[in-house]
């Protein structure tokens, strides 16, 4: 069985504590471990040693990145926990550089990744609602779906070398939440996305 790190990016706040991404970081672990996987899991607003969180990504098969996204990206306690961590990895642990050689100043940029292998997985929380993406029609993300949104989040794994697995996203969270069929369906993401990835290894 695999190795999996999740990463709760959660930034509590007094009208949005953190409640929904506490439970899906949660739920992710126990189905896991069900599963038979070992699993570690970091609550990023609770503190972390920047050090053993290189050494997670390094030891992980998988990481899920569960946040919700604030102000179109992922919550700025998270961007700290990003930029501090994966600063840190950039002496070889998580990059062995940005790509580039003397030999090809130019080119190859973001490909330097040293986590070949490893897999990761956005899960992301929503206010906006569901019929927000992916229509032309609606004026402010003009047909836009949530990894166009997200494409930031990707490209950080990416320059690391980790390969996407598909993401999950609760929708509407604040205003018309369905917690019970966003979990049901987080389930079964769960299932499918690491029944691939199992496959996939073998």
Same mark, same amino acid.
């Given at each position: 069985?695999?190795?999996?790190?999740? #990463?709760?990016?959660?930034?509590?706040?007094?009208? %949005?504590?953190?409640?929904?991404?506490?439970? #899906?970081?949660?739920?992710?672990?126990?189905?896991?471990?069900?599963?038979?996987?070992?699993?570690?899991?970091?609550?990023?607003? /609770?503190?972390?040693? $920047?050090?053993? /969180?290189? /050494?997670?990504?390094?030891?992980?098969?998988? $990481?899920? #990145?569960?946040?919700?996204?604030?102000?179109?990206?992922? &919550?700025?306690?998270?961007?700290?926990?990003?930029?501090? $961590?994966?600063?840190?990895?950039? +002496?070889?642990?998580?990059?062995?550089? +940005?790509?580039?050689?003397?030999?090809?100043?130019?080119?190859?940029?973001?490909?330097?990744? %040293?986590?070949?292998?490893?897999?990761?997985?956005?899960?992301?929380?929503?206010?906006?609602?569901?019929?927000?993406?992916?229509?032309?029609? /609606?004026?402010?993300?003009?047909?836009?779906?949530?990894?166009?949104? #997200?494409? &930031?989040?990707?490209?950080?794994?990416?320059?690391?070398g980790m390969t996407p697995l598909p993401s999950f996203a609760a929708f509407d969270v604040m205003k018309n939440p369905e917690i019970e069929a966003d979990l049901a369906r987080f389930d079964?993401?769960?299932?499918? %996305?690491?029944?691939?990835? +199992?496959?996939?290894?073998?």
């Amino acid at each position: 069985m695999s190795k999996i790190l999740i #990463l709760n990016g959660a930034q509590p706040y007094a009208f %949005a504590p953190g409640r929904l991404n506490a439970t #899906l970081a949660e739920r992710a672990r126990e189905y896991l471990e069900a599963q038979g996987h070992e699993v570690r899991l970091t609550t990023v607003a /609770e503190g972390y040693d $920047v050090d053993a /969180e290189v /050494e997670k990504h390094v030891w992980a098969d998988t $990481v899920i #990145l569960q946040f919700p996204v604030n102000w179109m990206g992922a &919550p700025w306690s998270f961007k700290k926990y990003m930029d501090e $961590v994966y600063t840190a990895g950039m +002496d070889g642990r998580l990059t062995l550089g +940005d790509g580039r050689t003397a030999e090809a100043p130019k080119a190859n940029y973001g490909m330097g990744g %040293a986590l070949d292998g490893t897999s990761y997985m956005i899960s992301a929380t929503f206010n906006a609602p569901r019929e927000a993406f992916d229509d032309p029609a /609606e004026p402010f993300f003009e047909g836009a779906g949530v990894d166009d949104l #997200l494409r &930031p989040v990707h490209l950080n794994a990416k320059f690391f070398g980790m390969t996407p697995l598909p993401s999950f996203a609760a929708f509407d969270v604040m205003k018309n939440p369905e917690i019970e069929a966003d979990l049901a369906r987080f389930d079964a993401h769960l299932a499918g %996305a690491f029944a691939a990835a +199992d496959q996939a290894a073998a």
